[in-house]
């Protein structure tokens, strides 16, 4: 999961910072942190990803396809970074 999947499934979920970081049981600072690109122990990140998860966001790989409708957005050049 990079930065623009985070804001783009919080979103979609109208989840407001404070409560993904209830859902993921980290601090809001710290999913704010990892929407500014901020590098956080892969732990972290995960527990992150698996709260959007539960809520029905399914994360895919760059290049992969959704079988159904969905939505793909590419990263403004210069502005892909990961954090793993």
Same mark, same amino acid.
């Given at each position: ?8 499934? @919080? ?18 600072? *710290? ?5 500014? #690109?901020? *590098?956080?122990?892969?732990? *972290?990140?995960? @527990? ?6 539960? @809520? ?5 790989? +760059? ?5 159904? +409708? #969905? ?6 050049? #210069?502005? #892909? @970074? *990961?954090?793993d």
């Amino acid at each position: 999961m990079d930065v623009m999947q985070c804001r783009a499934a @919080r979103a979609m979920l109208s989840l407001g910072v404070r409560e993904l970081a209830a859902l993921a049981g980290v601090s809001p600072d *710290t999913v704010a942190r990892l929407e500014r #690109g901020a *590098t956080l122990k892969p732990v *972290t990140v995960k @527990r992150i990803q698996a709260a959007l998860e539960a @809520r029905g966001v399914v994360f895919l790989d +760059p290049g992969d396809r959704a079988p159904g +409708p #969905g939505l793909s957005l590419e990263a403004p050049s #210069g502005q #892909g @970074r *990961t954090v793993d």
